[in-house]
């Protein structure tokens, strides 16, 4: 735990208030967070995956994993109205799933305490038929080539959509929902999958096995999207399985026409509020080569852990097992002409008359090809229930990178903010310090001037031809007086006796530059005044922002890990699985070979 120094995100470091207004602080009660794009605000993550402060003080080593599910910032959970409390998640309907005031009330019907009470759910499978693609049609409708088409069946109705509208689907989802881990989809076919699959790339589109495959690939994608608490419940992803809502008009209109390009510039819990818009157009946007200067370790640790778990899937598990698949499949081939050959060579044998020989050969040659066709269909099944999930989470850690990064970049952000605030407030400082200094001297020119109204020296105000201006002073009485400072607050050099017409012309030249420098000192003033209460306005917004999305996509890393710990169990029975049944198969075709050749010995 970083001491309140070194925290920035503490309490005690943090010297503005919340805003009081704003809708999209943090409540202090079991209060819903508006995390939806459309006007239902979604649920907030589960308090079940945030821990109390007792939790919080652990060392991270003696965590499970390193995705710990403190409370962050680090405070109380129950302290007050700084704490980042949430009711839990409802649990997604799937008859009525864009009723959202209907989760709402279920999700305020159990106290902060009741969740926490309540002991960790253990993960579930989720259901892979929900949503079902059921079929892949080629079609040329309103385009002047022909593309495949996926028929989506979800609820009693059917909805045909391309590749491309998934891919948008996505990208809405992602940028509506940036604190959340979108699942992936299955990757555009490139020439090395063509030579994996067998296909020609000239008749990819056409070809059975990519399409069957991408077929399951994108039912996952729907299925886990449904399944998730906040991303199931999302207007646009429901009117995307609405056969009656054309895609396009979606993609053309509000939430997502809402949403900034840059993500920095919009609200992690809604993106689309256009008060909070209009606040955070004036935050700045960290450099890509920029520093944190005070990191939380907890993010640290789940980013190098990622790092660790991608390259160990995409560096050694995705290869070993496609070379391994490669040599199953050649060595089905062998089997394959290997069984051709016995069965000819037992019908010659057959014609010999060699006794009882034939048919021990015979059932060698149906065991051999055995092997061939239960080899095919453990291939069928290892591409299926292994194979392809293995690519589906080497594709989740680089999205869980990039979650990590947005998170840094809003980290970066705050940090960028604070320090342009301090830079605003020590230039507003030194412009307020030259406009009093320039008051004090004008307040002494108006002395001077009296002086010299009541009978005093006119040399004080109108120097004689050739006469010093501060030698008359002198004689008179009075203090040399320095010049005015400028809109910068610094002194404006002084003059050269010159002559000329390059004096004349420099002398024009700074009279149209600043020709009043009082008033531009006095408007720069104004300026700097206004633009620190926005950024002062929109750092208390970042503040609370930047805790939420620290909150939630903490909490979504935990809910992904008993995901992720749930289908590698399931992936390794699977993987057992059907090698037990090719093992078990192939064993009872052995053993009819071997007692038609026992039965030979016997003869």
Known sequence: MSSPVENPFHEEALSDEPLASSSHSLPADDSALPTSSSAEPSSPPPAA??????????????????????????????????????????????????????????????????????????YER???????????????????????????????????????????????????????????????????????????????REDAALIARRRRMLSTFLNRTLEHPVLGRERVFRRFLDPETPWVDVLHSPPVTLVPKNPLKAPANDPTDADMLALFSSLPIPSSSAQLQHPDQRFLDSEA???????????????????????????????????????????????????????????????????????????????????????????????????????????????????????????????????????????????????????GSERAVSPATGSSPVGQAAENGHQPLPPLPSSTGSLPPQPRKSVGLLSALSHSVKGFVDSDPEATRRSTIGKTREQINQLDGAIKALTQDLRFASATIQADLDRFQRQKVGDVREMCLDFARFHQEWARKNLAMWEEAKAAIDAIADE
Not at 155 to 167: A, G, I, M
Request: with cysteine.
């Open 126 to 204: 989720p259901r892979r038929d929900a949503i079902q693609i059921v079929d892949a049609l080629k079609t040329s409708e309103g385009a002047s080539a022909p593309y495949i088409v996926y028929c989506i069946r979800f609820e009693n109705h059917e909805v045909r959509r391309r590749y491309s509208d998934f891919v948008s689907l996505r990208q809405a989802l992602a940028t509506l929902h940036p604190c959340y881990i979108v699942p992936p989809l299955p990757p555009k076919n490139t020439l090395s999958s063509y030579a994996i699959a067998g296909a020609n790339p000239a008749k990819a």
């Open 49 to 122: 995956a945030f821990a109390s402060q007792d939790d919080d003080d652990a060392p991270l080593a003696s965590a499970a994993y390193p995705f710990s599910a403190a409370p962050y910032p680090q405070d109380d959970v129950g302290s007050g109205s700084h704490g980042v409390t949430s009711p839990p998640l409802p649990q997604i309907p799937h008859d009525e799933g864009d009723d959202r005031d209907a989760g709402q009330h279920e999700a305020g019907q159990e106290s902060q305490g009741q969740a926490q009470a309540r002991p960790q759910q253990q």
């Open 305 to 455: 852990f990622t790092n660790k778990f991608s390259a160990h899937l995409a560096g050694s598990m995705e290869k070993v097992n496609r070379r391994l698949m490669k040599r199953w499949t050649d060595a089905a081939g062998d089997w394959g002409e290997m069984g051709g050959g016995l069965n000819g060579f037992a019908l010659r044998m057959g014609e010999d008359g060699a006794g009882g020989l034939d048919e021990a050969t015979e059932k060698v040659g149906m065991a051999v090809d055995a092997g061939y066709t239960l080899t095919n269909a453990m291939l069928s099944h290892w591409e299926q229930e292994f194979t392809e999930p293995l690519q589906e989470y080497t594709q989740f850690s680089n999205i869980i990178k990039g979650l990590l990064k947005y998170r840094h970049n809003k980290h970066l952000q705050y940090e960028a903010a604070r320090e342009l605030l301090e830079s605003k407030r020590a230039q507003l400082e030194e412009l307020e310090r030259s406009e009093l200094e320039a008051q004090r001297l004008e307040r002494a020119l108006e002395r001077v001037r009296i002086v010299n109204d009541d009978g």
